[in-house]
């Protein structure tokens, strides 16, 4: 399947100021894609890129197979982290407004918003001005202006920030439904957690390099470290030297600890040593979290 | 062209249904027809007659004061202290007091008065006192009054301007106020509408939406789209002025016009013996109206129309990229100044040099410099420019506003997307440069 979006030793200067260096990879269609990376990373000079606000320096990005064009600009929905509306303008026209500078026609904009107004429960404020809405309604408003010409490509940056916990997950449930009606989203946040749940696939970059990529599964397993949590009842010893313990707590007769297996040495070895010992109630590979490896490779001192 | 299009519709339809705009727009013509109507009805409130009692001591001007709506003169008789007494017990405006007088040397002679004396009413005493002692003083000397109405002469210069085409008579009045009229226009325009551009860009940038529209928009359209926007405003503006102001004038000055011919008959009749008066001020009015007539008014119309674009469209690109490089209007200031100077400069060396001299060397560069050309060519033009002259300083304002919009599209492309940032004139310089 040919990727819906594809970077390709894209490279970024601004003055003195290397925003992206030689980063390449691809979206897969159909994906959740998790842009990652910490503040002034070069994540936001990436996306003004593929949303053709301004060009790379070097290398190319392909849309479908082709190099991005103008016309490109129907097919991607942008919702930056920096957004806002017009305050003066009354919401539903503001929102045929945004459709129609994407190319909507007006009548076909004003169905859609009707439709979408019904879902997010925004019908009655279509009339009222901008200002006078809540955040959280301007930030739905947003979405809908994101979303409301049907694109092949979503860009969201922090889409959650300023909802609350219930209309988070309206919109992650919004999210997701667009991916089941064909949408790739590009996922740009700073919440670990939305991204272990939502996203399929993790870039991240780091000044200004990719410094990894893949499914969150392959990531996951590349960064396991063989460690395992276990917990039972009675007095946990272990001496093999197949097996390093990195932490232990006993209470009473319970214990609990996460012993660490030496390399060609399978769990199911662990498994048998414990057993003729203690009696296991949990035993579960500790696998790290995105939010571990994010800070693993975001802290760990630069090479070269 | 089409997302300009959709540019310009916002810009235009949000200023438009503004309250702000609706109450300018009513507001305007009245507060011109208030500028007209109060000094008149001032005039007509303060028309009440003042009683003025003389006591002529010289006894050379008695009833030889002549009464007029404002002034009615009463003789009184002395001595001074009691009339004195009896002025204050009257309501009368003023008492005067001519004691015996030397005629070569009038001293002495006082008006005395419970409120203090207007000028204009000092004024028309002092002038008539003057005529009569003048009067006096030619009877004496043997001079005729008539020989002497017959010396006056008033002379009144008929300007005429020649060229191949033939002579013209000309009027310089007429000239310089319609060139005023179109240069004061084109600057008041650039000024109000040129901020309003600069204000819109600020608080586009401020409530964050540059970057959600950015992204389906080119920066230049939406700039271009912008400033076309705001331009049919001024317009709408300025046309809906001009048919509400000439509507209320058009009622006023018929509700007005039929006292004022009353009076002018009643004058006619007061002053019948006045002709060479009379001839001379039609045949000013004729002047006036030939002058009216000599004007070229295509050649105006065209110029001001072309100025009047070409000033906003210059003036318009340079206020957006100010509005781009700074996050607050007060932040403004310091790259306002420089848009600010040649405008005011031009409208005031408009006033002396150019007035005095329209051909002059001042007045020729200013009208080539793209950015003091609209206002000064305007002033220029209804004196008749070279065409030459004319057709560079055009194309030189075409040129200059090309650069302008070219140089605030690249500082608007940046501008946009910073934010809390001060911008220096260094940092701007380096924006011109960035790459798309």
């Known amino acids: 399947m040919v990727p819906i979006l594809q970077i390709q030793g894209v490279s970024k200067r601004y003055e003195a100021h290397q925003a992206l260096n030689q980063v390449s990879f691809n979206v897969p269609p159909g994906s959740i894609f998790g842009l990652l990376g910490p503040n002034g990373a070069?994540?936001?000079?990436?996306?003004?890129?593929?949303?053709?606000?301004?060009?790379?320096?070097?290398?190319?990005?392909?849309?479908?197979?082709?190099?991005?064009q103008p016309r490109h600009v129907q097919q991607i929905g942008y919702l930056p982290e920096e957004r806002g509306l017009y305050k003066k303008m009354k919401v539903g026209e503001q929102l045929v407004y945004l459709a129609r500078l994407r190319g909507l026609e007006?009548?076909?904009?004003?169905?859609?918003?009707?439709?979408?107004?019904?879902?997010?429960?925004?019908?009655?404020?279509?009339?009222k001005n901008v200002e006078d809405l809540s955040k959280g309604m301007q930030q739905k408003v947003q979405f809908i202006a994101t979303v409301l010409h049907e694109p092949r490509l979503l860009i969201l940056d922090e889409p959650f920030s300023g909802f609350d916990p219930v209309n988070a997950n309206i919109i992650r449930d919004e999210i997701l439904r667009l991916r089941e009606g064909g949408c790739t989203i590009i996922f740009s946040t700073h919440r670990m957690e939305s991204v272990e749940q939502m996203c399929d696939y993790i870039v991240l970059i780091n000044r200004s390099k990719k410094v990894l990529e893949g499914s969150v599964k392959e990531v996951k397993t590349v960064y396991r470290t063989n460690t395992y949590c276990v917990e039972g009842q009675g007095k946990l010893l272990i001496t093999s030297p197949d097996f390093k313990v990195?932490?232990?707590?006993?209470a009473g007769n319970d214990f609990s600890a996460e012993v660490q297996l030496e390399p060609n040495v399978g769990s199911n070895e662990l498994l048998r040593y414990l057993l003729d010992r203690v009696e296991i109630h949990r035993f579960e590979e500790k696998v790290p979290s995105i939010h571990d490896i994010f800070v693993q490779l975001v802290t760990q001192p630069q090479h070269g | 062209m089409d997302k300009i299009w959709l540019v310009f519709q916002r810009e235009y339809l949000v200023r438009v249904r503004k309250k702000s705009f609706i109450v300018m727009t009513i507001l305007g013509p009245l507060l011109m027809a208030l500028i007209m109507i109060v000094p008149v009805g001032l005039m007509m409130m303060s028309d009440d007659t003042k009683i003025i009692q003389v006591l002529d001591e010289s006894g050379l001007l008695a009833g030889k004061f002549n009464s007029?709506?404002?002034?009615?003169?009463?003789?009184?008789?002395?001595?001074?202290?009691?009339?004195?007494?009896?002025?204050?017990?009257?309501?009368?405006?003023?008492?005067?007091?001519?004691?015996?007088?030397?005629?070569?040397?009038?001293?002495?002679i006082q008006l005395y008065s419970q409120k203090s004396a207007s000028i204009s009413v000092i004024t028309s005493i002092e002038k008539q006192l003057k005529q009569e002692l003048e009067a006096i003083k030619f009877e004496r000397s043997g001079i005729d009054q008539k020989v002497l109405d017959q010396i006056k002469t008033k002379v009144n210069i008929q300007t005429v301007s020649l060229s191949d085409e033939g002579e013209k008579s000309s009027n310089v009045g007429v000239t310089s106020i319609a060139g005023f009229m179109g240069a004061f226009l084109i600057y008041l325009f650039i000024f109000i509408y040129g901020a309003q551009i600069m204000r819109g860009v600020i608080e586009e940038k401020t409530s964050r939406i540059l970057e959600v529209m950015v992204s389906s928009v080119k920066p230049f359209q939406l700039m271009a789209g912008k400033i076309m926007g705001i331009a049919a405003v001024g317009l709408t503006q300025f046309l809906l002025w001009i048919v509400l102001s000439s509507a209320i004038y058009a009622g006023v000055a018929s509700s007005f016009d039929?006292?004022?011919?009353?009076?002018?008959?009643?004058s006619q009749t007061m002053q019948g013996m006045e002709n060479e008066r009379e001839a001379l001020q039609a045949q000013e009015i004729n002047s006036v109206m030939s002058g009216l007539e000599n004007l070229n008014v295509p050649l105006l119309v065209g110029g001001f129309l072309f100025y009047f674009l070409g000033g906003y469209l210059l003036y318009g690109a340079l206020f957006g990229a100010v509005g781009a490089a700074v996050d607050s209007e007060t932040d403004s200031q310091q790259?306002?100044?420089?848009?600010?100077?040649?405008?005011?400069?031009?409208?005031?060396?408009?006033?002396?040099?150019?007035?005095?001299?329209?051909?002059?060397?001042?007045?020729?560069?200013?009208?080539?410099v793209p950015f003091t050309s609209p206002i000064v060519m305007m002033l220029r033009l209804p004196f008749g420019v070279p065409t030459w002259e004319l057709v560079l300083s055009m194309a030189l304002l075409v040129a200059g506003f090309v650069a302008t919009t070219w140089l605030a599209a690249r500082i608007y492309r940046v501008g946009i997307l910073m934010y809390g940032k001060k911008v220096n004139y260094r940092e701007l310089s380096k924006w011109l440069f960035y790459k798309g």
């Open chain 1, 246 to 250: 990195i932490s232990q707590k006993q």
């Open chain 2, 335 to 368: 790259f306002m100044l420089p848009i600010t100077v040649p405008l005011i400069l031009s409208f005031i060396v408009a006033q002396t040099i150019i007035m005095k001299d329209p051909n002059g060397p001042v007045a020729f560069w200013m009208s080539m």
């Open chain 1, 42 to 68: 070069g994540k936001t000079s990436l996306i003004r890129i593929i949303t053709q606000i301004t060009g790379p320096d070097e290398g190319k990005v392909l849309f479908e197979g082709q190099p991005l």
């Open chain 1, 106 to 127: 007006k009548a076909d904009a004003q169905q859609k918003i009707k439709a979408w107004a019904e879902r997010l429960e925004l019908t009655t404020w279509l009339n």
């Open chain 2, 68 to 108: 007029t709506q404002e002034l009615k003169f009463v003789s009184v008789q002395g001595p001074l202290e009691r009339a004195k007494q009896q002025y204050l017990q009257s309501e009368d405006a003023a008492l005067l007091h001519i004691p015996t007088i030397n005629l070569d040397k009038p001293s002495g």
């Open chain 2, 258 to 266: 039929l006292k004022r011919f009353s009076d002018a008959q009643i």
